[in-house]
């Protein structure tokens, strides 16, 4: 394996996912120079200032040309837009990469866009990541131990999988292979459905009759389960959007479950709610073993 080096890295959406790229590369040397590009100035210039980035440009088509590796980290349904614009640029010697929570959505606006005989395009999605957003939550060591899934398409050529693997596991992650469609149906049970069901239950008790007394009396428990509550509506907005039929499946699979729970508390059936309250607790301290090995 040669030794990685990146002259230019172009990112495009400076917040939490692209700045701790940015962060945890410039603490390694890998990268000469790298570059931002996002939405607002404000953004950029905290974080030139923060010292994740080098340098920023609030017109990104022109450093396309010169950026060995374009990592889009914005909201996915930008992604098309941004793929559109980098699209029209000289962008073949370049490798283009993403981080968003949808896999499908991207790789198709890659085969939109990318040439079909481009083999430069290498989607990727780091399962790590926090309730905060922005580049002031950016950490270097966000992907340490964690796992990032690559979902290799048509576009994909050995060598440009290779770099990106090489990237991510410079940054401390461990890297897996799966195709987009897969990758979207199991993240839309384990990560999606998890944060929506968070998000509907503090929106009910926030239009609850008696929401302040409710939330008045909240303890640890309802904090640990709406942690991730806090998370960007934006991002959350997109990727419901994205993957919206494996989300409502899951959705309405969850929503079965809970009538199951219901119907056993209405019938008194203290026997059968037990089994599937012990079901839970013995699936979740196993997970919890395996996660803290
Ligand atoms: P974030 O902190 O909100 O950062 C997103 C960045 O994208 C911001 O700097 C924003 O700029 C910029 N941006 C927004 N819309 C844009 C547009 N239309 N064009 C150009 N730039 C735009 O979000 P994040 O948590 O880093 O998430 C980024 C991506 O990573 C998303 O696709 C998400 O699905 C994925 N992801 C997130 C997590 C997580 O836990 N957060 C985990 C894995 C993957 P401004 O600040 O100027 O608005």
């Not at 210039?45 to 060995?68: H, M, Q, W």
């Not at 899934?149 to 290779?162: H, M």
């Not at 919890?288 to 090995?293: R, V």
Request: with cysteine; proline share 2%; glycine share 8%.
């Amino acid at each position: 394996m040669s030794e990685l080096k990146v002259d230019q890295l172009l990112i495009i959406g400076v917040g939490l996912i692209g700045g701790s790229f940015a962060l945890a590369l410039r603490e390694l040397g890998i990268v000469r120079e790298i570059v931002g590009a996002g939405r607002s100035r404000e953004n950029l210039e905290k974080a030139v200032a923060l010292g994740v980035i080098d340098r920023y440009t609030e017109n990104f088509p022109t450093e396309v040309e010169n950026s060995n590796v374009i990592f889009v980290s914005t909201p996915v349904l930008a992604t098309d837009r941004v793929f559109a614009m980098i699209a029209k640029e000289n962008y073949r010697h370049s490798i283009i990469t993403d981080a968003g929570s949808v896999k499908g959505c991207v790789v198709s606006a890659a085969e939109k866009h990318f040439s079909s005989d481009y083999c430069g395009f290498v989607a990727a999605h780091p399962i790590a990541g926090r309730e905060n957003s922005g580049v002031g939550a950016a950490t270097g060591d966000l992907y340490a131990g964690k796992r990032t899934i690559i979902t290799p398409s048509n576009q994909s050529g050995d060598d440009a999988i290779e770099t990106v693997r090489q990237l991510w596991e410079s940054v401390g992650a461990q890297v897996s292979q799966m195709d987009a469609f897969t990758h979207d149906e199991l993240v839309s049970a384990s990560s999606h459905l998890p944060h929506l069901v968070a998000f509907g239950l503090v929106n009910y008790i926030a239009n609850h009759s008696r929401s302040q007394e409710c939330f008045d009396l909240a303890a640890s428990g309802f904090y640990d389960f709406t942690r991730i509550a806090s998370s960007d509506p934006t991002m959350w907005r997109d990727i419901s959007l994205s993957n919206a039929d494996d989300i409502i499946r899951e959705l309405k699979g969850y929503i079965n479950n809970l009538e199951k729970i219901i119907s056993q508390i209405s019938q008194g059936n203290g026997d059968q709610l037990q089994e599937i309250l012990n079901v839970a607790k013995v699936s979740r301290d196993y997970y919890l073993a395996q996660w803290t090995k």
